[in-house]
């Protein structure tokens, strides 16, 4: 089933159901408030630390963060390719005549990265190189215009507080922890996250 977002469905289906959202989460809040208040430490945590954070985010993800739309769209014509696994496993195995072709039920040679990085071959190497910019293509150059908002030109991702397992903060819609760094080419991608005029954007490691 595909998903939809608040947007992207009837003011009346999206009213009935912030309203409920919002009367089962109060309901929660009489419960659980009791129960914080009964643990002094927790009930501390909540007000002086959780809370004041969630503020804090929120106008993170309200502001967003800018991208420099031209220079992903020009990182996007640099990735491109055409990719073909069938005529990528003829080249390898028919008429290169390498070893270690594997075919498929459908009949096609098997061209995954498992297959090509046992053959000891020049052209597996480029297969794979290109294969990673699809992939940066796909996920970052593209999906990233595509999330950019058309006014602003920012891109606004959800912050999750209580999401992972760990505790530590996370990010959908899109993944900005997810952003690549190793090999230059994948930082090229940082770049495209710019702050305006004065403000400065600090990585940390």
């Known amino acids: 089933v595909k998903k939809k977002t608040v947007k992207q469905i009837e003011m009346e289906t ?11 989460t109060y309901r929660l809040y009489e419960v659980l408030s009791k129960k914080l208040k009964a643990v002094p430490e927790l009930d501390g ?4 630390i959780e809370m004041p954070v969630a503020r804090v985010l929120t106008m993170m993800e309200e502001n967003g963060i800018e991208l ?10 640099d990735f491109s390719n055409v990719s073909s696994p069938k005529q990528v496993g003829e080249i390898l ?17 098997s061209t ?15 297969i794979l190189e290109y294969r990673g910019l699809s992939k940066l293509k796909s996920t ?3 999906g990233l215009q595509k ?17 992972t397992a760990t505790g530590r903060l996370s990010s959908t819609d899109p993944n900005l922890q997810n952003i690549p760094i190793r090999a230059e080419i994948r930082r090229q991608i940082r770049k495209a996250f710019i702050a305006p005029d004065g403000p400065v954007l600090l990585g940390a490691a």
């Not at 999206?14 to 089962?24: C, G, S, T």
């Not at 070893?99 to 009949?107: E, S, V």
């Not at 995954?112 to 190497?125: F, G, M, N, R």
């Open 14 to 24: 999206a009213a009935h159901y912030a309203a409920e959202d919002a009367h089962v």
């Open 147 to 163: 999330q950019a908002n058309n006014d602003s030109g920012r891109v606004h991702t959800s912050y999750h507080q209580a999401l």
């Open 140 to 142: 970052y150059t593209d």
């Open 45 to 48: 945590i909540l007000h002086n």
């Open 68 to 77: 420099d739309l031209k220079f992903l769209d020009q990182l996007s014509v």
């Open 93 to 109: 195995f028919d008429k290169l005549g390498l070893k270690g072709g594997k075919k498929t039920a459908t009949g096609q040679y």
């Open 112 to 126: 995954s990265e498992s297959i090509l990085e046992k053959i000891d071959h020049p052209i597996t190497a480029l």
